[in-house]
């Protein structure tokens, strides 16, 4: 079962043998968990970007950016419940999801979709695909409502039940603080922070949807795409991408002291994440749906 379910994550997330994981988990100041496996420099950093995160006062967002992500406003307190809904536990590289998943039972599938509404992220260096962070709850859950099978997880000493897209479990992948940043610029810098927010957006957004929608999958992008034949675009106009293009335009505009380097790496990263919207995409439905 275990060796099945590793091709299954591997195939669709693009990830590696990982180390033995260490279970104690840390409470950030919003009430997400680190898991064990968070290096201490990299729960420093999250924690710093969450706390950013919970003081953002921003104002005159488009109303349409409002609708697709969700929310009211972007402010502080409304952006973390937000995400706290979708980001649960954060887990390190070396997590091993193998050894930490297990089956603990079979279901025919009846998902009942939540009636209140309270999403492999990978960007081309050096011509090949780097993995910048995975949604790996959701993956867990679409694996096992395709498979019919109940999983569970193991995460920060506690033991959670895969039952709903919304499980939380996001992991860091080898380019979060590397490739995903501003050049030459310290890791700690704002400009570098709120970049990873959107980045955390985009796989809260992955914790959405309903159906042959949920988890809000990418899509093949086509042949004539810079990124053909890989799973590394949206047929959603509310999907990932979008959502991390909407945060990038507007957190910009948090990054008050930010220089001309900064500026246009969020521009950058705002034209790649847009690049990634098919022709023709749709709407999908946010309600997650989740198992009784």
């Known amino acids: 079962m275990k060796n099945t379910l ?28 680190q898991d064990g496996s968070v290096p201490q420099d990299q729960r420093d950093l999250i924690d710093a970007d969450l706390k ?15 609708q697709i992500v969700g929310v009211g406003s972007f402010q502080g307190p409304e952006l973390v419940n937000w995400f706290k809904t979708r980001v649960r536990y954060i887990v390190g590289e070396s997590f091993d999801y193998e050894n930490a998943a297990s089956i603990v039972g079979n279901l025919y599938y009846r998902p009942q979709v939540f009636s209140r509404v309270t999403p492999t992220e990978e960007i081309l260096a050096s011509n090949s695909l780097t993995t910048i ?12 409502k395709q498979n019919s099978e109940i999983l569970t997880l193991d995460v920060g000493g506690q033991t959670i039940y895969v039952k709903s897209p919304r ?4 992991q860091i992948g080898e380019g979060l603080f590397s490739a995903w940043s501003v050049r030459n610029a310290p890791k700690d810098s704002r400009a570098n922070s709120l970049i990873r927010l959107s980045v955390f957006f985009h796989e809260a957004r992955h914790s959405d949807g309903n159906g042959d929608n949920v988890t809000f999958p990418h899509a093949m992008c086509p042949d004539w795409h810079d990124y053909g034949g890989n799973y590394s675009c949206d047929s959603h106009l509310n999907g990932p991408y979008v959502v991390d293009s909407i945060m990038l335009r507007n957190l910009r505009s948090a990054c008050t002291d930010c220089s001309n380097t900064d500026i246009q790496t969020f521009k950058a990263f705002q034209a790649d994440a847009e690049s990634r919207l098919l022709p023709n995409s749709v709407y999908g439905d946010i309600r997650a749906e989740q198992i009784p």
């Open 6 to 33: 590793l091709i299954i994550i591997v195939a669709t997330l693009g990830l590696m043998g990982c180390q033995k994981n260490n279970s104690r988990g840390f409470s950030t100041l919003i009430g997400v968990v």
């Open 167 to 170: 499980v939380g479990v996001i």
């Open 52 to 66: 950013n995160l919970s003081e953002l006062n921003l104002g005159n967002i488009p109303a349409q950016d409002l």
């Open 133 to 144: 962070m995975v949604n790996l709850g959701a993956a867990l859950y679409r694996y096992g």
